[in-house]
């Protein structure tokens, strides 16, 4: 390759990295129309030119800095839940082991990239309505897999109610994970892996208690709609 030609995309993957790292800290203190592409580019220490060149535009820069993130760790957990099943020889998974691979991969994620939690925080929220798309077609196959994975062990557990336990268990893992990055003690491995532990453990607790209503005594919960084909 032409060593100037290497230099070029070294350059461009540097301007792009930038641009990622001081979008996903702006939009996660100011939102979608709290940032400018004039205020984001000074900030990442390119010109506009660049910001639009790479991206063009700011709805599409929005889209790429929340999916960089997002995406590998959403895939994670189906990587983990894959293989615990190929690991279990055909018996059935403990919830326990269906909630870990649930949590670990955000709970990570999020103390390795305190802005993204915040950033997420935000777009699970409150998104811009052209990310909704983006996110559930990224995010519902998961959430019916995990769900599909928790009924088989929890058959006695309504469906309905699976995926709201499964809110309060991501919703709670959101908030304290926007806490935890303010705590210099978290990036001790014994104390991460401990909280984790702990976390999963309480989840888990949750999934296999008896439901606190009757089925038939209450409306059904909303399930998240299927993704398109």
Do not use: W
């Amino acid at each position: 390759m032409d060593p100037n030609r290497h230099g070029e995309m070294s350059d461009e993957r540097e301007t792009t990295a930038r641009l990622l790292d001081t979008a996903e800290r702006l939009f996660a203190e100011s939102g979608y129309d709290g940032v400018g592409m004039r205020a984001l580019a000074d900030e990442a220490k390119v010109n506009l030119g660049a910001a639009t060149y790479h991206f063009g535009s700011k709805e599409q820069l929005y889209i790429e800095t929340f999916m960089r993130r997002f995406r590998p760790t959403h895939a994670r957990r189906m990587r983990m839940l894959q293989a615990a099943e190929a690991q279990s020889g055909g018996e059935p998974l403990s919830v326990e082991e269906i909630v870990e691979c649930m949590l670990r991969p955000p709970f990570d994620s999020g103390l390795e990239h305190p802005a993204f939690q915040k950033f997420l925080a935000r777009n699970l929220l409150m998104a811009p309505e052209f990310l909704r798309p983006a996110i559930h077609k990224e995010l519902a196959p998961g959430v019916i897999t995990f769900a599909a994975a928790l009924r088989r062990v929890l058959p006695e557990i309504p469906e309905d109610l699976i995926h709201l336990r499964s809110m309060f268990a991501m919703g709670g893992l959101l908030m304290f994970s926007i806490r935890a990055t303010e705590l210099p003690q978290m990036k001790n491995p014994q104390l991460h892996e401990a909280v984790l532990r702990e976390m999963v453990a309480y989840v888990s607790a949750g999934m296999k208690s008896r439901p606190a209503t009757r089925q038939a005594e209450r409306p059904p919960f909303p399930l998240p709609p299927k993704p398109k084909r």
